[in-house]
């Protein structure tokens, strides 16, 4: 692999020069608080073959999330369309970079079939970058919620979309669907943009978040997320929360990057669940109205609990955390949620 294709140093820079020269050994025994058992049981079995069976992508497979056995019993799954090969080479994501071929006009029908056959409550649909196509995807998110609405009225829908390179009409489309939930992940401080997220742009992400909640309005609820992990520093990531505040997110997860393999970025280190439950704290009191911040926390963590349901589908708020306050116990939410995207 050439030194400008590369996830561990993009560019050929030494990332070491950003993270620091104290990284974590890829292979160690990791702190006791990322220990949970095992998928395995008949419902998880189940579904397994169901999806094979649709010849479908889930993103809870596709990144081993540990949290995909709770998930998938809580009734909410990550789905993962036009294809598993992205454009873009992000130096902590698994998901394979190379020129995407996959261009399959029955998927959302098959997805929102998988859907309906699950019993899914909540379903997340996310995609790999597609930079090649005219519209960046965007029409492949509204095939899938149109088929959604159709074939699985009771399942909410929320979406895990990429910037659409800062276009406007493509971001309009998938809005104008009127998804209970509209995510987009900002992955880390803006600081690590350079080694974490070439080809992506903090404030390019920030306009995609505004813009989507100024389109939306109370009927789509926002949220975005981040990886710990990569030598940030507790105020940076306050610095970002506030941003990311100011851009009309409402709703935040916080969770602990893990290395894939030794051609991903390394971790610097892993943050105590006493430092994510202070993190929470934090964003509540900047006036997110839902907070998920913890080890195992992913980008779908607990998504279901993010929205309200009003009585015509479209969303009413945001569940049980409503209103800004945090929980009573805010302690570290870790154990539940599907992977985040890369």
């Not at 970079?97 to 379903?123: C, F, Q, Y």
């Not at 940030?232 to 505040?245: G, Q, V």
Request: hydrophobic residues 35%; aromatic residues 6%.
């Amino acid at each position: 692999m050439s030194a400008t294709r590369s996830r561990a140093n993009p560019g050929g820079m030494d990332v070491l020069e950003v993270l620091g020269p104290e990284v974590r050994p890829l292979r160690e025994r990791k702190p006791p608080w990322f220990k949970v058992p095992p998928p395995g049981g008949a419902r998880y079995r189940e579904l397994t073959e169901l999806i094979r069976s649709e010849n479908l992508h889930t993103v809870c497979q596709e990144a081993a999330c540990p949290n995909v056995g709770e998930c998938w019993e809580r009734g909410t799954a990550t789905f993962m369309i036009l294809g598993d090969t992205c454009t873009r080479r992000c130096g902590f994501c698994n998901v394979q970079t190379g020129k995407p071929t996959w261009n399959d006009p029955l998927e959302p029908a098959r997805v929102a079939r998988s859907i309906a056959r699950m019993g899914l409550r909540h379903a997340v649909i996310t995609s790999v970058d597609r930079d090649d196509l005219p519209d960046k995807g965007a029409s492949a998110f509204v095939g899938v919620i149109r088929q959604v609405r159709r074939q699985a009225p009771g399942c909410q829908v929320e979406v895990l979309t990429p910037d659409f390179q800062g276009q406007e009409m493509p971001l309009a489309k998938v809005i104008a669907e009127r998804p209970d939930v509209f995510n987009h992940n900002v992955e880390v401080v803006p600081r690590l943009y350079p080694i974490a997220r070439r080809g992506s742009e903090f404030q390019r992400s920030c306009r995609v978040l505004r813009l989507a909640k100024e389109l939306g309005g109370e009927r789509v609820v926002t949220k975005s997320g981040l990886m710990v992990g990569l030598s940030e520093t507790h105020e940076e990531l306050l610095d970002t929360f506030a941003i990311l505040r100011e851009h009309g997110v409402q709703v935040l997860t916080v969770g602990q990057y893990l290395r894939p393999s030794e051609r991903h970025l390394p971790v610097v280190r892993y943050w105590h669940p006493d430092e994510f439950a202070a993190l929470q704290r934090a964003a509540y009191e900047l006036g997110f109205e839902h907070v998920a911040a913890g080890p195992l926390v992913r980008s779908s963590y607990h998504a279901d609990q993010h929205v309200g349901r009003a009585g015509n589908g479209s969303s009413a708020g945001i569940g049980p955390l409503a209103g800004g306050a945090p929980p009573a116990d805010t302690g570290p939410l870790v154990g539940v949620g599907p992977a985040s995207r890369g």
